[in-house]
């Protein structure tokens, strides 16, 4: 079956420092990746995405890149702000089906 | 265009007693998916349906859980017999149908928060 595997957190960082968070993930075929974000409280707000290989998703900073060679969707950020911090989910899906989820990646970013 | 709503947000029930989650996707989409987040774990899929089918519920416990989408109104999340090992955010998320472009998203509601004392 499908699976993803996400770097463990905690991950704490200083304002304006660069964030990476590594995703790897195992599937048949061609999924989408995603990358989900999870403010304290909240439910999940999606980030970015790619759905083919060398493609590049971006959203506030955020870039993700997806490598089929080395099955991985890995997300950077080249400087992060204390409002960055939350927990971030790597997924993916096939055919739109169910989403299969990392573990999730808690960041804390201090002034 | 309101986003997926659930509720309620919190719940409370005794140990034995039945649980109802309702969420409301977003207009226009007519798949939802149910995701069970424990504490301090990722979220695992439970069921996925559409309009009155469930099209996957291999994530599901065969017992004492059940969902549906009914032609009107929500859909709803059931658990019987609550234990307190069913203590979980769970969420709610909808899609767009298959023929648009971005039908691969799902897109998740504030959840709701469910404790079994």
């Known amino acids: 079956g499908n699976s993803v595997t996400q770097m463990e957190g905690p991950v704490t960082l200083s304002e304006e420092a660069f964030l990476t968070i590594n995703c790897t993930y195992t599937a048949t075929g061609y999924p989408s990746l995603f990358w989900y974000v999870q403010y304290p409280g909240e439910g999940l707000q999606l980030l970015l995405k790619a759905t083919k290989a060398d493609d590049k998703g971006s959203n506030k900073g955020f870039e993700a890149t997806y490598r089929k060679e080395t099955t991985s969707f890995h997300l950077e950020k080249g400087s992060v702000q204390v409002s960055d911090s939350a927990v971030y989910f790597c997924a993916l899906t096939q055919a739109g089906n169910k989403l299969t989820f990392g573990g999730g990646t808690r960041v804390l970013v201090k002034p | 265009n309101a986003g997926v709503m659930q509720n309620p947000r919190h719940l409370v029930r005794r140990r034995g007693q039945e649980a109802r989650l309702r969420c409301s996707p977003m207009?226009?989409?007519?798949?939802v998916y149910w995701y069970r987040q424990l504490p301090e774990e990722g979220l695992k899929f439970m069921v996925y349906?559409?309009?009155?089918?469930?099209?996957?519920e291999s994530g599901m416990p065969k017992e004492r859980f059940s969902a549906e989408f009914p032609k009107e109104g929500p859909s709803i999340l059931r658990i019987q017999q609550v234990v307190r090992g069913d203590s979980a955010a769970y969420f709610c998320?909808?899609?767009?149908?298959?023929?648009?472009?971005?039908?691969?998203?799902?897109?998740f509601g504030p959840g709701t928060r469910l404790t079994v004392t």
């Open positions: 207009k226009g989409h007519s798949h």
């Open positions: 998320a909808s899609s767009p149908p298959r023929r648009a472009s971005d039908s691969d998203e799902q897109y």
């Open positions: 349906l559409q309009k009155e089918n469930i099209i996957d």
